[in-house]
């Protein structure tokens, strides 16, 4: 809008001096009534535009050193030593450097990148006349595609070390495709050396797993018990909205809502640069993007919340005032932690490298009756008394783990050297009293 306005003023004044000042042009003809008198008023008023056009343009702001802020002794004297390290050429040149900083928004700690100062010292050190810097599309084309080529070529050595891979670009992942992968694997080792495969629920990786135990009945097909929680988390976390989970919906609801409101303070807070530098002002630790992907995302988002409840109250940003400063609304939130939790530590448990197959059996048995505890406490009734929101959140739990649960559970339980010796020490004590 500034240009066009620019554009129409300057074509308007351009007509009016070709009218009025008796200048021939641009199929305008003369003013026969225009006088002396006007053609100086009309000048004086060309005059005075093009002296306000150019002191409306840019000006280069003098560097603090350029303008002699800062220095103490008078304008133009420099003594030796001064002038043979050059102390105010390198003054300069610090200043050119923070100018670029501020004006570009660059963060600081740019200043602690070896390769910033890796960059200067080359610079120094080379004689380069006439050198330019790369400007902004040789960056991001250019020198971004070597980089890249660089990158690729150092990682060559450690891709060749890679003991299998498959390009499965341009294939069904169907169950017959993941089966023949599963089945060249074991052919590979030995089918009498595996005992157990392992995939997420997905129906494809199920359907695989059951062609894998039918053609190899003493190998066992397990759903990814980590996964299986998930699942869980989700299912109580979010339920769905249809016919056939009303129920669920009706007693999970308030959970979902609170999760939606939760990311509503992150994504407002996240998404505006203004609000985004106030709330570090009040708190140290941030605020965390987790993808849905991650597992129990609702549950880390809301303990980074709880971490940081005091930062966000004292930002008190009217938007979001209605949940950050509602007691009710944290008690919700501690709530959910409280019952999730031991979901959440069981999920942690199993997502590690270490072998964890005999502990799963317990595990799950334990962490229903530590989410029991945690419910029949908040709702304050004795646990001979039926509890809707338990008995909804039991309901998903039982029904995740009868899909989790395998033979090889209950057989690696029984065999936990813990368990046996705690039913010889039973078994010694029923002997020798009775």
Known sequence: MLVMNLFFSCCVIENVNVFMLFNIGNGISICKKATTADKLNMTQLED???????????????????AGVGFKKRKGISTPIERAFGVKIRDQLDQEIARMF??????????????YVRAFHFAANNKIDGYVPPGYNK?????????????HKILEPLRSTWKEKVNC???VKDRFFIAELMKEVINEIGHENVVQIITDNAANCKAAGEIIESQFPHIYWTPC?????????????????????????EQCRWIKEVHEEA????????NHNMRLSIFTKFTPLRLLSVADTHFA??????????????????????????????DDWWDKVIYILSFTGPIYEMIRAC??????????????DSMIEKVKIEIYKKEKRPTSQISCFYDVVHRILVARWAKNNTPLHCLAHSLHPRYMILNYKLDLYYIFMF
């Open 102 to 115: 501020y004006t570009g928004g660059l963060p600081f700690n740019l200043a602690r990148n070896p390769h």
């Open 48 to 66: 005075e535009y093009e002296k306000k056009k150019t002191e409306s343009q840019a000006k280069e702001v003098q560097l603090p050193c350029e």
């Open 263 to 270: 990311f509503a303070i992150k994504n407002f807070i996240m």
């Open 169 to 171: 670009f341009g294939e």
């Open 297 to 326: 995302s609702i549950i880390v988002m809301l303990k980074r919340l709880k971490l940081i409840k005091r930062g966000l109250q004292a930002m008190k940003e009217n938007s979001v005032k209605e949940y950050i400063l509602n």
């Open 351 to 364: 997502d590690t490298d270490k072998p964890c197959l005999h502990l799963v059996y317990e595990m799950w």
């Open 139 to 151: 960056l991001r084309t250019t020198l971004l595609q070597k980089e890249k080529d660089n990158v």
């Open 225 to 249: 018990v980590v996964h299986t929680l998930n699942l869980a988390l989700k299912n109580i976390c979010s339920p769905r909205n249809v016919e056939t989970n009303e129920l669920t919906y």
